[in-house]
């Protein structure tokens, strides 16, 4: 990150030294939401999690990440930057150590929770430091850029990685490995980030957190109990019951009660925000599962290692960046915004139709290379359009609000439409076939590619007019935060 920032034309000392610990931060967050998805196999049978509740290792880290990412985001303000940031990497730290040595799955699970909380609160805090330490002009441009090649690169490096360490040393070392980083992180951090101006007198929506995020979580057990006892089991009952009632009592918290309420619902009047987060909320259900049963695939159908496995996830995350950067930004200029949202969602779901005929005999190409190559093209033609649709047209003192909001919806899809997903499954992988998980996951592909067809439709419904690609440095920062 470094050698980035001085290519780009940055100063040297202690600025990059800065640039290179938030950055460090940011890879950390963003690679450890999927590097645990190569290793899924060898931790569903190292500690015995059963097929329906190995989900949880996921979401785990993606409900906290998701409902404390817009309190994180105050945090900096309020206690000050360097002690936030220590707080974050620090819990991060200890809750990857206990999650590499966890010895149940409810110690591992845990472990995830704290990770994501410690996500939620890191994660706004490097970009915070970023934007107060580099004054605005071409030397923040810089730091933004390396910063968002940083949380390229973590996305991009989490299959690999966790392919790697889990073939040649051990699934833990996919949690193991931040404890050195994290260590050396918090070492730094004292010598060179500064505390900044704690403005006190700001109030935390803690309580609207607190019940967003288990409102969520309550819904997310109790779909995920269905697939094991049925919808009318006494469980799935009772977690849908209590998450619908906690998600109500957010809403009275943030309209009558909350003085900075987390997510002002004024929001939802505008169409923009109203559909484009349905939009998102749909396309997270879709594009972030979709690595859990692609790996599950991969390994239990085609029989590959999980070296392999990472291996193989190249082309995806390849297509996807090239697309998202370089493509879709130049289209946004020529196409409106809600054509390409529908044509990339389209395309990505005729990949994903292509990915569920996946069976033991299928090789590399037509198997995996092929459809990804469709699906990860519409995706990347889909994303950046719904993002900047959401965020756009908004008043200055409501673009953080809306943008955080987005990165929410987008988290909370991914975990509700795993647990979702995860019922359209088998539920038992040791009496199944290899052609048996075959069909069972193209179940779960063909439920995507339906979803997909819906952010179609949703995308007509949102303003015409063609996208804009706002200048990093002028981007909301909640927007950044990913």
Same mark, same amino acid.
């Given at each position: 990150m470094i050698r980035l920032y001085h290519k780009l034309g940055g100063s040297t000392g202690g600025e990059a030294v800065l640039l290179g610990l938030v950055c460090g931060a940011q890879f950390m967050v963003v690679l450890d939401i999927s590097v645990v998805n190569v290793a899924l196999p060898s931790i569903e049978h190292g500690l015995g999690f059963t097929p329906a509740r190995l989900q949880w290792v996921v979401n &785990?880290?993606? !409900?906290?990440?998701?409902?404390?990412? +817009?309190?994180?985001? #105050?945090? =900096?303000?309020? @206690? /000050?930057h360097r002690r936030v940031f220590l707080a974050g990497l620090a819990l991060?730290?200890?809750?990857?150590? &206990?999650?590499? !040595?966890?010895?149940?799955?409810?110690? +591992?699970?845990?472990? #995830?929770? =704290?990770?994501? @909380? /410690?996500?939620?609160?890191?994660?706004?805090?490097?970009?915070?430091?970023?934007?107060?330490?580099f004054p605005e002009g071409t030397r923040r441009t810089r730091a933004l850029a390396t910063w968002t090649a940083a949380g390229l690169a973590g996305g991009a490096a989490g299959n690999l990685a966790g392919g790697l360490l889990t073939e040649v040393?051990?699934?833990?070392?996919?949690?193991?490995?931040?404890?050195?980083l994290g260590a050396l992180g918090m070492v730094l951090s004292v010598r060179w980030i500064r505390d900044g101006n704690p403005a006190g007198r700001r109030r935390l929506d803690v309580g609207g957190a607190v019940l967003a995020t288990t409102g969520l979580a309550a819904l997310t057990y109790g779909v995920s109990r269905a697939q094991e006892h049925g919808w009318g089991a006494p469980r799935p009952v009772l977690g849908l019951t209590a998450g619908a009632l906690l998600l109500v009592a957010f809403v009275v918290v943030e309209t009558r009660v909350a003085t900075e309420p987390l997510l002002p619902l004024r929001l939802f009047r505008l169409r923009t925000v109203s559909v484009g987060n349905t939009a998102m909320l749909l396309a997270g259900a879709c594009l972030n599962p979709m690595w859990f049963f692609l790996t599950l695939s991969m390994q239990r159908?085609?029989?590959?290692?999980?070296?392999?496995?990472?291996?193989?996830?190249?082309?995806?995350?390849?297509?996807?960046?090239?697309?998202?950067?370089?493509?879709?930004?130049?289209?946004?200029?020529?196409?409106?915004a809600r054509t390409l949202v529908a044509t990339g969602a389209v395309i990505a779901a005729a990949g994903f139709a292509w990915q569920s005929t996946l069976t033991p005999g299928s090789g590399y190409v037509a198997g995996i290379l092929g459809p990804a190559l469709v699906f990860s093209l519409g995706s990347g033609l889909l994303t950046t359009p719904i993002t900047t649709t959401v965020t756009s047209g908004l008043a200055t003192a409501d673009a953080g609000a809306a943008s955080g909001l987005m990165n929410t919806t987008k988290q909370f899809g991914a975990a509700l439409g795993l647990a979702v997903l995860v019922t359209t499954t088998t539920t038992t992988t040791t009496a199944a076939t290899r052609a048996g998980l075959a069909t069972s996951y193209g179940r779960a592909f063909l439920a995507i590619a339906a979803a997909l067809v819906v952010v179609a439709a949703l995308a007509f419904a949102l303003p015409a007019g063609k996208g804009r690609v706002p200048g990093r440095e002028n981007a909301p920062a909640a927007e950044k935060v990913h």
């Open positions: &785990a880290y993606a !409900l906290p990440y998701a409902g404390f990412l +817009l309190l994180g985001g #105050r945090l =900096a303000d309020l @206690l /000050g991060f730290t200890v809750a990857s150590l &206990a999650g590499g !040595l966890a010895t149940s799955a409810e110690i +591992l699970v845990a472990a #995830r929770a =704290a990770q994501g @909380l /410690g996500a939620a609160v890191l994660a706004p805090a490097t970009l915070t430091i970023l934007t107060t330490s040393l051990s699934w833990r070392w996919t949690l193991l490995i931040n404890v050195p159908v085609l029989n590959y290692s999980p070296l392999l496995t990472g291996l193989a996830f190249l082309p995806h995350t390849v297509v996807a960046i090239v697309v998202g950067v370089r493509l879709t930004p130049w289209l946004m200029r020529r196409v409106q």
